[in-house]
């Protein structure tokens, strides 16, 4: 197994990514960046959280390390661990030290599917110490000035063992994340799918309907992801009633009767 | 058997053994003598089956089964059958004997299979359509006047109009959205009933009233709804609709501009008057003026409350975040207000609330309320702004209960769970047929539980070491291709190997492996009558000794007690749910077990494994201790209790859950194969083995 060591530069963002600022919260990230605050990053999933990331990464002209979070993943597979290359036992950094020693920014994305370890070591990291311990090479290294940590979390989902600990959110300025309104969005479907506005707006419209199910039968409405998804197919020529339906009701629900709903409702716009 | 048809006197013999006797057989008997011998088994055989149900069903059926088959074949009259019992498992007798009464009714439904759609497939279709179109939550109900109260959207109960299912389909769509539109682009804000009283006909004023506003409401939706009016338009055509008047025409343009209000249709009835009126098109209903105006009241008169109610909690809230800041001299009597953003209000957004003029922004449930009563009256008005204590209404969220439902058994069945439940001579189930609850169960103190460790202290002793050795740990697994460490043994034979020219290996890495027991297990303790005594007392030892077992272990675990009297009264004690910690009050409980009534198993096990699919782990397991067959007071019993039950272990199956018996009943070799399989069951012969056997039961069907 030939180990891939990557050069922390390789993570700088070199062009702007396109966001549309919704509230402060760009402000805000810069105040909590300067003051060397940890972030945390709430809202449904597909409103545009880690499109942010990396708008602010390009901002600070840091580079962004991404760690999306499962439920295996482990504090060794964060910190580092030794590889053995050429009959030599090398260590690795894991892209939290990879971050911490290149003074990046490092997004843990979805905190809460990792392993419930992996908090141990981000807890020194959140607080004023700023350090990250590395067992296994003896080493304690000191974040500098221009590292910073971010994680996101969808308070949508209502499983308890889904939930983040006190200990860890209380450590966080927390910037919370919704969909954007109404013309925003529109907006930022036309951007980024390249439908014309017309259609962008029917779109919102559409995902508007399926907000209004939220709880009642819909875990969550259609994100401004699926709408963008949406607005590519239908810009590639797709019926706008089947791109509707393949990028955003099919992926909502598997249950018939609110897969014939929402699907009525699409139908309802085109 | 033969083919010759059996004579009258064989099927009265028949006959009579089913019926009551005030009953005769005398007449239904005749009617099936012409008829040919498999036609005439046939029938008997269903007579058998519906006297199971009610005997009067049966008498019923038996009668108009000749005239039945020959409007249907056996296929259909199957279907007749089992359509009827439904009713009468909802409805009760005489509806379900109308239905036997109409043979032929429903061979014509039955013709119409592939086009019709009937109301029951696509309510909740259309409740989430509804819903997701936006504005306040509205019901749909089945009703065979079309309107809407601004409540509920009332639909016909079937719909067969046009030749293709899709477009009846599509009709209830056009009609739910009709219905929709009036309450969202505000029909109703206007006294309907006072607008039409000033003209000589109310009634064709209401007409009118009613011609124009679809006029209005179409262009609406057009402009908002683009691919749900080319379905209307289409409709339309299919219906045939005539022109409307050439002057009709010429006036009503006005209506279909964008911010034409309810003002326009009013402005224009007396114009119009006089004139003729176009056919009313297939989806617009009627409307019912009053209805509105009454449903409307009261819930104005309700948001009205909570607003006014909400608000002081906001102003209170408010002012103790400001009372420290601020000068708390300033006894500021502050006023809420409201602003819309831009010249013309947005029909989605209702104006913004402010305080003092200055905008803030509420909490979800009075933006709600407010959306709602924009909605309705189209404006805020400031007398609803008024920050107002716990005034003269109470707003009763539970409407006083008609004493006559109380006999209908609507009232038994609030807040309770409903289950199907399986007929296996209908092969079919009975809807909503069981009404269960969980209840909790009376925690009584006592030295039973720590009498109990002692008794068995040398068996507790055991079941920790065995337990023990379950439990998941953290084991290192050695020679593994990537792992967290490197395994200095395997390093060093690999290098060596190395060095000698052999091939370098790449397990040299050690894992650090947790071994987790990804387990649920749920607990049924039959706590039927025929527990009582020493069943009872092992049930409740062997539940202490497989506490203290499980805590060792770490599986989640639910303790649940069942028993009931009659498909009514269905009952599930909870001992201890799956979230809450083995504590004194749970000890106490597993002694307040008591034995209770009848062993209605189906349902049970319908409810844990409803409660075992809510909970996330690998292996989900429900465990059932009983004493005897599944057995009830209302018959059900017999093959039918077994056949019940046994399906609902394979509903369970389905859902992921492995079902497993353990019983005290020495004859449970006869039945328990059939429900549970082969192997999913043990048999203890000896209750007072009880305690001994169920958690070493448990250590083998989980390691």
Redesign the interface.
């Known amino acids: 197994m030939a180990a891939q060591i990557l050069k922390s530069e390789q993570y700088l963002v070199s062009e702007e990514p396109y966001y549309e600022s919704v509230g402060r919260e760009i402000e805000l990230f810069q105040a909590a960046y300067n003051n060397q605050l940890p972030v945390l990053l709430k809202g449904p999933t597909g409103c545009g959280k880690t499109r942010f990331m990396e708008h602010m990464a390009w901002r600070l002209k840091r580079p962004l390390i991404t760690v999306s979070c499962h439920d295996d993943l482990t504090a060794s597979d964060l910190v580092g661990r030794y590889l053995i290359i050429g009959g030599e036992t090398r260590w690795v950094d894991g892209p939290l030290a990879e971050a911490v020693r290149c003074g990046g920014i490092c997004y843990l994305d979805e905190i809460v599917e990792a392993r419930k370890d992996t908090t141990v070591v981000i807890h020194p990291l959140a607080d004023d110490r700023r350090q990250l311990p590395v067992e296994k090479t003896g080493e304690l290294l000191t974040a500098t000035a221009d590292f910073s940590l971010v994680i996101s979390y969808n308070p949508g989902y209502q499983s308890v063992l889904k939930e983040l600990k006190q200990s860890t959110r209380q450590r966080f300025i927390a910037l919370d994340f919704n969909y954007p309104d109404k013309s925003l969005e529109q907006k930022i479907v036309v951007q980024e799918s390249g439908v014309d506005p017309q259609v962008a707006a029917k779109l919102v419209k559409f995902a508007h309907m399926t907000r209004n199910l939220k709880g009642s039968g819909l875990d969550e409405g259609a994100s401004t992801r699926l709408l963008v998804h949406a607005g590519k197919l239908i810009v590639s020529g797709i019926a706008p009633r089947d791109a509707c339906r393949s990028a955003v009701t099919e992926a909502l629900t598997d249950d018939v009767e609110m897969l014939t709903a929402v699907h009525e409702l699409s139908s309802s716009l085109f | 058997m033969s083919d010759k048809p059996l004579s009258l006197d064989e099927i009265e013999d028949e006959l009579a053994m089913l019926f009551y006797s005030s009953q005769r057989p005398e007449e239904p008997a005749a009617l099936l003598v012409p008829l040919m011998r498999t036609q005439q088994d046939f029938v008997l055989r269903w007579t058998v089956v519906i006297t199971k149900t009610n005997p009067e069903l049966a008498y019923q059926f038996a009668s108009h089964a000749a005239a039945a088959l020959k409007v249907m074949d056996e296929g259909g009259i199957t279907e007749w059958i089992l359509s009827a019992l439904d009713v009468y498992d909802r409805k009760g007798l005489f509806p379900s004997s109308a239905v036997l009464q109409n043979a032929s009714d429903f061979a014509a439904r039955l013709q119409f299979k592939d086009v019709v759609v009937e109301f029951d497939d696509i309510a909740?279709?259309?409740?989430?359509?509804v819903?997701?179109?936006?504005g306040r939550?509205l019901k749909v109900a089945p009703s065979d006047e079309v309107y809407t109260d601004s409540d509920s959207l009332f639909l016909p109960p079937r719909l067969q109009q046009f030749s293709r299912q899709e477009d009846n389909f599509r009709l209830y769509?056009a009609m739910a959205?009709h219905q929709w539109a009036q309450t969202w682009y505000g029909s109703f804000r206007v006294d309907i009933e006072a607008v039409c009283a000033q003209y000589p006909d109310p009634e064709r004023a209401l007409e009118l009233f009613h011609g124009l506003e679809l006029v209005r409401l179409d262009a609406a939706i057009e402009r908002?709804?683009?691919?749900?009016y080319r379905?209307m338009q289409v409709l339309n055509q299919l219906a045939d609709m005539p022109e409307p008047p050439g002057r009709w025409q010429a006036k009503v343009s006005a209506l279909r501009e964008t911010g034409a209000s309810i003002t326009d249709t009013v402005r224009l009835m007396s114009h119009l008057y006089n004139s003729d009126l176009p056919a009313p098109c297939c989806y617009q209903g009627s409307l019912s003026p009053r209805r509105v105006a009454q449903a409307m009241q009261a819930r104005l008169e309700k948001e009205k409350a909570l607003l006014q109610q909400a608000l002081l909690r906001m102003q209170e809230g408010l002012e103790g975040a400001q009372a420290q800041q601020d000068n708390p001299l300033t006894p500021a009597k502050r006023r809420f207000g409201t602003q819309s953003e831009g010249a013309e209000a947005d029909i989605?957004r209702p104006p913004e609330l402010t305080l003092d003029g200055e905008p803030i922004v509420p909490p979800n449930d009075v933006q709600a309320l407010l959306r709602s009563i924009y909605q309705d009256l189209g404006d805020i008005p400031d007398e609803y702004l008024y920050a107002a204590g716990d005034g003269d209404y109470r707003p009763d969220t539970s409407p006083q209960r008609p004493p006559e439902d109380v006999w209908r058994g609507t009232y038994h069945e609030e807040g309770a769970h409903l289950y199907n439940e399986w007929d296996h001579r209908r092969q079919d189930y009975r809807k909503n047929w069981c009404v269960l609850r969980e209840l909790d169960i009376k925690p009584q103190d006592g030295p039973f539980v720590a009498d109990t460790l002692v008794k068995y202290a040398g068996l507790v002793a055991s079941l920790r070491k065995t337990f023990e050795a379950l439990r998941g740990e953290n084991r290192t697994l050695r020679r593994q291709?990537?792992?967290?460490?490197?395994d200095l043994d395997a390093?060093v034979e690999?290098?060596t190997d190395?060095q000698s020219g052999h091939e370098?290996s790449?397990r040299?890495f050690t894992q650090s492996h947790r071994v987790e027991r990804d387990i649920a297990v749920l607990f049924m303790v039959d706590m039927s009558g025929s527990t009582k005594g020493w069943i009872n007392e092992a049930e409740r030892e062997s539940l202490v000794l497989l506490c203290e077992a499980l805590e060792i272990l770490g599986d989640r675990y639910g303790i649940y007690g069942f028993s009931g009297m009659t498909r009514k009264r269905c009952e599930l004690f909870r001992v201890k749910r799956f979230?809450e910690p083995y504590t004194d009050e749970v000890r106490a409980r597993i002694n307040g077990i008591e034995p209770q009534d009848y062993t209605r198993m189906g349902v049970s096990i319908r409810h844990l494994t409803g409660l075992l699919q809510a909970v996330?782990a690998r292996t989900k397991l429900l465990i059932t201790l009983s004493d005897g067959k599944p057995d009830d007071y209302d018959g059900y019993r017999g093959q039918y209790g077994i056949e019940d039950t046994r399906k609902a272990l394979i509903e369970a199956k389905q859902a992921g859950v492995h079902s497993f018996c353990i019983t005290i009943d020495s004859e449970a070799r006869d039945y328990l194969p059939h429900m549970y399989g082969a192997v999913n069951y043990t048999v203890i012969d000896d209750v007072r083995r009880l305690p001994h056997r169920v958690a070493d039961i448990y250590r083998r069907l989980t390691s």
């Open positions: 909740g279709v259309m409740a989430h359509f819903q997701g179109l936006s939550p769509k959205a908002d709804l683009s691919g749900l379905e989605d291709k990537n792992g967290d460490e490197v390093l690999a290098l190395a370098l790449e040299v979230e996330e």
